[in-house]
């Protein structure tokens, strides 16, 4: 994993800096940490190679909200909402399946 990734800040001139230009640097930083959490939780990688990879999708993912956000607040409730989807998608992979008995056949039971 890279420590020594930097965010980059957003520059659209129509915004005058607007709410990108408030937010810290290190904040970024901190929900890739956050979001390579989630990752490292349903896609464990323990070799260099896989930290890497799963590093560099977690800030793929920042930077993507992170530009298509309209402002702070919508910044964080499309990290939350993807966060949630990445824990919902992989809790319910044929892999995690869990087998439920059949509540509906009262012949079993």
């Given at each position: 994993?890279?420590?020594?990734?930097?965010?980059?800040?957003?520059?659209?001139?129509?915004?005058?800096?607007?709410?990108?230009?408030?937010?810290?640097?290190?904040?970024?930083?901190?929900?890739v940490?956050?979001?390579?959490?989630?990752?490292?939780?349903y896609?464990?990688a323990?070799?260099?190679e896989?930290?890497?990879?799963?590093?560099?999708?977690?800030?793929?993912?920042?930077e993507?909200?992170?530009?298509?956000?309209?402002?702070?607040?919508?910044?964080?409730?499309?990290?939350?909402?993807?966060?949630?989807s990445?824990?919902?998608?992989?809790?319910?992979?044929?892999?995690?399946?869990?087998?439920?008995?059949?509540?509906?056949?009262?012949?079993?039971g």
């Open positions: 994993m890279d420590g020594n990734w930097q965010p980059v800040q957003g520059s659209n001139p129509s915004e005058g800096g607007g709410w990108r230009s408030q937010l810290a640097p290190d904040a970024r930083s901190r929900i940490n956050k979001i390579m959490v989630t990752l490292k939780k896609m464990p323990s070799e260099p896989g930290l890497d990879e799963l590093q560099r999708i977690a800030v793929l993912i920042e993507k909200i992170y530009n298509i956000a309209t402002n702070h607040s919508d910044y964080l409730r499309k990290l939350s909402l993807k966060m949630l990445m824990e919902t998608n992989t809790q319910q992979a044929p892999g995690n399946a869990q087998v439920l008995p059949n509540q509906n056949n009262p012949g079993q």
